[in-house]
T-cell receptor, first 116, second 109 residues
């Protein structure tokens, strides 16, 4: 049983659809993350919400839009995606302080996204 | 640029043997390292971490060794079991985490 829950587990969407991925963490952490995992590539950081700040990877296309209403919930809004966006999208959380960012990330089981 | 990589993309061992998975890192400023295990259909699971002021840390059946001189990290799994079959990848941190691609460990019964 993971402390980070992601829904849905699988999602198939067309390029003109709008959908949202949801993540909830039950660990009392203060930072949440979205990662993209593609085959044979390292995990790619997309967005971070940490200590009430949002940090972005500038290479993420604007068709991905994060939302973090509170420290326990994180969303990734998707619109007009491309087939190459098909991947496993992982949410993670961690506990950070202003002095140190060195703490392990705890991941959910991901949403397997297929864009047709 | 800085990168984290693995020497062996696949590793096959017999049940009961010890496994060693290696990781090379190039950012000498990294001060925190983590090993993750990812089983099919699941997210990465934290195994063990180590800070740069240590060179060895042990957990349950796992040991992480850090050699800062040659920028090398290894994960040792004792008495490998079929349930250990998964992709293992390391991550290094200098404020920001950078992940390696992973090594597929297969345990043969």
């Amino acid at each position: 049983e993971t402390g980070v829950t992601q829904t849905p587990r699988h999602l198939v969407m067309g390029m003109t659809n709008k959908k949202s991925l949801k993540c909830e963490q039950h660990l009392g952490h203060n930072a949440m993350y979205w990662y993209k995992q593609s085959a044979k590539k390292p995990l790619e950081l997309m967005f971070v919400y940490s200590l009430e700040e949002r940090v972005e990877n500038n290479s993420v296309p604007s068709r991905f839009s994060p939302e973090c209403p509170n420290s326990s919930h994180l969303f990734l809004h998707l619109h007009t995606l491309q087939p190459e966006d098909s991947a496993l999208y992982l949410c993670a959380s961690s506990q950070v302080t202003y002095e140190s960012n060195n703490s392990p990330l705890h991941f959910g089981n991901g949403t397997r996204l297929t864009v047709t | 640029g800085e990168s984290v990589g693995l020497h062996l993309p696949t590793l096959s061992v017999q049940e009961g043997d010890n496994s060693i998975i290696n990781c090379a890192y190039s950012n000498s400023a990294s001060d925190y390292f983590i090993w993750y295990k990812q089983e099919s259909g699941k997210g990465p699971q934290f195994i063990i971490d180590i800070r740069s002021n240590m060179d060895k840390r042990q957990g349950q059946r796992v040991t992480v060794l850090l050699n800062k001189t040659v920028k090398h990290l290894s994960l040792q799994i004792a008495a490998t079991q079929p349930g250990d079959s998964a992709v293992y990848f390391c991550a290094e941190s200098n404020y920001k985490l950078t992940f390696g691609k992973g090594t597929l460990l297969t345990v043969n019964p």
